[in-house]
């Protein structure tokens, strides 16, 4: 790491003060800790109870346990500690026209049965009119659908190593958690409200914040993880805003928590409504519901009728109203701040991507990590890639809004609007063909917008021809040999509720908090 190679000399950063105490804040202050506090490098922490923090964001991506496992966490003890569940998947429903319901899964559908793909097979049978519904091939889908969990296994041709998982969690606690892990390493928390900041005259470097209580804190480098409000990265240094409301309309969200009387299924549920949508995030001991929704289709008034209305327990809280706007700050990395969580950017939480984007910012940062000076070619290249990676998740979530036959205004303009190139390019090659362009890397691989693709009845036209070289009937038994595999390793793992007792079951009873 360049960090080691420069402690010769006093071009390196040495003091990097995050101002900010939301998951963002503590992910990146437990991961620097982590990698730099051995290094001499200090971290300073600044947050303000009395702002507090936004206070939602329960569903992740399984990304999140490659964060947890660099950092050395025990994942049973994270579990404990924050009330998990498991997440296998988010289950849609209603999405591609009322009654539907599909899970895009953390894991791919089928096998490889012969050259072509295993969707081309599926959509050959499914237009044969001899196709089960094509979750039924998915290992996790079906474990979710069953209430049931097992840990993936090592063995390559069982159908328990092609899946992975996520979990479902009260933020706040993991917030709190890695507070603990952080400062145990030797991250300082600061209490206390920043009130003004002082920037160099010429570079435009941040070089102090000013606290209420007139204490200076000075740093070579800065993150800012204050939230919407962008305190060092917009309201200092003026980055400048790319509204995506025009691709992402929804604008407002209700959250409430409420107890549980449905199972506490292994997945996220997003059901579709008329100006927007809900979710229902199972924790082990509460249930999370939010209505994220467009003002321009429905009134403040009906959204939150809807969402209580559509509670399955009963509501442990006020419902809390939220106010967004899709899009991301034209430079996540501007001179000496960097701007990791909410700050950043935000893209709604339809597809849970807001805590992995934290993660990805504080990947590209140690990555790329910078001497004091904050090389323009490390800011380019952190700025390309976060780029990269925020268009790509608006275009997956773009996706859930315009391959649908809803007929209420939010989504009949949604379809009718004039797609980003890239969106529109992925949609036609799958219609058309079949055929899921792949991205090097990053979020959201072929299995993901195939789940979605066919989850939403886009059906492509034509099939890989190579699919001809099985015939019919081999063809069919390779399916059913697939599904009844999958069915009856469902059936020899345990109940969700049953894994979690033996693994990651809360300590301290039920907790209640913010959803
Ligand atoms: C409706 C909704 C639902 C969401 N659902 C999900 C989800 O399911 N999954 C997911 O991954 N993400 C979700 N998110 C996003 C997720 O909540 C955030 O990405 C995550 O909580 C990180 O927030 P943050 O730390 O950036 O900001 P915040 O939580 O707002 O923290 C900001 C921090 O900055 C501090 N601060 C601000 N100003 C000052 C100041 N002047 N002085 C000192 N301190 C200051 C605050 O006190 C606080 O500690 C959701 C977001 C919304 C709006």
Known sequence: MRVALDSANDRMVRRVVIIGGGTAGWMTAAALAHRLGPTGVTITLVESAEIGTVGVGEATLPQMRYFNSALGIDEAEMMR??????????????????????????GAHGERIGPADFHHYWVKQHKAGDAAAFGRYCYPIVAAWNDRFALPEDDPVSPLSAFSYAFQFDASLYGAFLADYAQKRGA?????????????????????????????????????????????????????????SAYLPCNRAYAVPCTTEDAVGPYTRA?????????????????GNGHVYCDRYISDQDAV??????????????????????????????????????????LEPLES????????????????????????SDADEYNRLMDLEFTRIRDFLMLHYVATERDTPLWQDMREMEWPDSLAHKIEAFRLRGIVPEYESGLFQPPSWLSVFIGQNIIPEHCDPRVERLDD?????????????????????TGHLDFIASYGAAYGGAQTGGS
């Open 473 to 493: 009937g081999a063809r069919a038994a390779a399916l059913g040999r697939i599904e009844a595999d999958i069915a009856a390793h469902v059936d020899r793992t």
């Open 353 to 376: 991507t807001s805590i992995d984007l934290i993660q990805s910012g504080i990947t590209n940062l140690l990555e790329l990590w910078p001497q004091r000076d904050c090389a323009a």
């Open 188 to 244: 300082e928390r600061v209490e206390g409200k920043v009130v003004s900041v002082q920037s160099n005259g010429e570079s435009g470097f941040i070089e102090t914040v000013t606290l209420e209580s007139d204490a200076e804190i000075a740093g070579d480098l800065f993150i800012d993880c204050s939230g919407f409000r962008g305190l060092l990265i917009e309201q200092e240094l003026e980055t400048g805003y790319k509204d995506w």
């Open 81 to 106: 500690r924050t009330a998990a569940t498991i997440k296998l998947g988010i289950e849609f429903r209603d999405w591609g026209s009322p009654g539907d319901r599909y899970i895009h899964p953390f």
């Open 305 to 346: 009728d809807q969402l209580m209305t559509n509670l399955e327990g009963e509501p442990l809280a006020d419902p809390k109203q939220l106010f967004f706007k899709t899009g991301k700050r034209r430079k996540l990395w501007n001179r000496n701040c960097i701007a990791i969580g909410l700050s950043g950017g935000f």
């Open 271 to 287: 059901t579709a409504r008329s100006g927007g949508w809900q979710w229902r995030i199972p924790l082990q001991h509460r249930v």
